[in-house]
């Protein structure tokens, strides 16, 4: 058994190769695309029996992933951030970073990133794009704010509605200049709303297609997006070996300093998918209206400060987090406190 470690780019990378004792046989530098790196390596005459491959998770690494597969024995991703950790060193070039993955392959101390199938992928880039997409639509709302309050023209409260807008495209402004942007703005505004509405719809065949998130939605506050994100982004509840896991990997879990007699807790890592991390901060706020045993815990964490209504949040949050985890992990919906 051979251990590949593998520094990737888009236009040129390089690999080093280990033999089964530890001992370096190359390193190799390939000039082009990932084609080019797979000829390579599939032509390799030190890689002709079977070779396990290690590189660190970057953009597009699943499609990579799955192509390693076809040729080599195993593949292993390793997660970026951890491998910081492991090899801070001020002395950093592409091959210094093969040589030392394959080293950590070698040991099995590869500290590993999950790989989801093509189409959980594909979900979640639709859930993020979904996303990107209404912070789109805001920023032109806020435009359009913008616009009318340095004319000093008071809005109504409901612009936003079919009677608002209609408002807005009637409304008298101090110069043509400031009228073409109000144009500009609604055309956009109106692509925009287009562009959101057509994802939420792929979006909704696919979570009404998904028995998971039907029974994620059984939990208080949770709706159609807080649900798929929630479901795409955990996709094998079977893989967190504790129910606790799910809050580092959602980065819900506060940065621990501690020494000896001394534990000090800081603000959340912010680990993992920020979007939603989001949506479930907001399903929390729902959550405490519909569900008294949500605010039951609430209020416990709050302890009446108004300082600590996020913090309370959070810890709410990571609360329903855990519980949706074990319905997904038990198939069980959720079940009233008594």
Known sequence: ????????????????????????????????????????????????????????????YGALYERLKSIAHSVTVAHPGLVRLIFNSKRKNDRIDAVKLAKLLYLDEVPRAYVP?????????????????????????????SLLRGHGIQMPRSLWTLKGLAWL????????????????????????????????????????SDPRVTLAKTAPGIGNRTAEAMVAYIDDPKRFGRNCAIGSYFGSVPCQDASANRNRL????????????????EATWKAMRKDAAVRKRFDRWNHGKK???????VATAHWLLRCVLAMLQNNEEWRQAA
Request: glycine share 6%.
């Open 307 to 313: 300082d600590r209504r996020k913090i309370a949040l």
């Open 117 to 145: 199938k093509q189409e959980v992928r594909d979900w979640r880039k639709m859930i993020e794009f979904r996303c990107s997409l209404v912070n789109r639509r805001v920023a032109i709302k806020n435009s359009i704010r």
């Open 266 to 281: 800081g603000h959340i890592t912010k680990d993992g998918p920020g979007t939603a991390r989001k949506y479930l901060c």
């Open 169 to 208: 495209k009637k409304v008298e402004l101090p110069s043509p200049q400031a009228e073409l942007q109000r144009d500009m703005l609604l055309a956009d505004l109106d692509h925009a709303e287009k562009q959101v509405q057509r994802v939420t719809d792929e979006l909704d065949k696919r979570a009404d």
């Open 1 to 60: 058994m051979n251990f590949v470690g593998l520094d990737v780019h888009w236009k040129t990378s390089t690999y080093c190769i280990l033999n089964n004792n530890g001992k370096k046989i190359k390193t190799q530098v390939v000039k082009g695309g990932w084609d080019m790196l797979l000829q390579k390596l599939r032509s390799d005459r030190d890689l002709t029996g079977r070779w396990s491959v290690c590189f660190e998770a970057s953009c597009g």
